[in-house]
């Protein structure tokens, strides 16, 4: 089973408008980190928020929020006020704690493209 | 500051070429990491450096080669590539070493801007 999903390949959002990036986990560890990433079209990929399995409250980082619900194992990115350079590939990803290999698990990615 | 530079930017190599891959971070972070990514693709882990050791090797082949020398420096040396190497690869840095419990944020992995290989 694929540890992250993320169901939507592409995205369309009007400059100025929030949009939610969808993300699923499959994990049977109670601790766990999940991670979102950005990665234009230049390739670096960029950090932009992080969840632990164990934080009471929702993260989030200027524009950017992610909608936890830790029953549906969904955890959503949430971004506020798109702007033009918030067209990029978005990928989620999944670290597993009790021990092992530091793997970030992907999800496929969706790409944000912002309309003016 | 969370920077990891890779140089170059771009390679352009032949079959028979012998080339190197350079990451640097001054982070004092103590994992490492190499990643291959194919267009449209989310990245694949290749290797993980802990301590300056390897620790991690996912199953590559043998003509890509990795090398710590030290703490903030990651080489990765490639020999005789095939075509279907060409790849973006990118390289991570984060403050924990692999292995052990997750400690949360303090795991998250930074990236470097990549290399862009092209394998002719």
């Known amino acids: 089973a694929q540890k992250i999903t993320q169901t939507q390949p592409g995205m369309f959002v009007q400059e100025k408008e929030a949009v939610t990036l969808d993300c699923t986990y499959d994990t049977s560890d109670p601790s766990y980190g999940l991670f979102w990433y950005k990665q234009p079209s230049s390739g670096e990929m960029i950090f932009l928020i992080y969840q632990g399995s164990y934080d009471q409250q929702n993260a989030t980082e200027g524009r950017y929020s992610l909608n936890f619900q830790k029953a549906r194992k969904s955890a959503n990115l949430v971004i506020s006020a798109s702007q033009l350079g918030d067209s990029a590939m978005y990928f989620c990803?999944?670290?597993?704690?009790?021990?092992?290999?530091?793997?970030?698990?992907f999800g496929t990615g969706t790409r944000l493209t912002v309309i003016p | 500051d969370t920077e990891v530079t890779q140089t170059p930017k771009h390679l352009v190599m032949g079959m028979t070429n012998k080339k190197s891959l350079k990451c640097e971070q001054h982070?004092?972070?103590?994992?490492m990491y190499w990643y291959k990514q194919k267009a449209k693709k989310p990245p694949e882990l290749m290797f993980v450096y802990s301590y300056e050791k390897l620790s991690i090797n996912e199953s590559v082949p043998s003509r890509f080669s990795p090398e710590c020398p030290n703490s903030s420096l990651l080489n990765l040396h490639l020999h005789a590539l095939q075509p279907e190497d060409s790849a973006l690869y990118l390289c991570?840095?984060?403050?924990?070493?692999?292995?052990?419990?997750?400690?949360?944020?303090?795991?998250?992995?930074?990236f470097g801007p990549g290399t862009r290989l092209t394998v002719l």
């Open positions: 990803a999944m670290r597993e704690g009790g021990g092992g290999a530091n793997n970030l698990f």
């Open positions: 991570a840095s984060s403050p924990w070493s692999s292995g052990g419990l997750f400690r949360g944020s303090t795991d998250t992995q930074y």
């Open positions: 982070m004092g972070h103590r994992a």
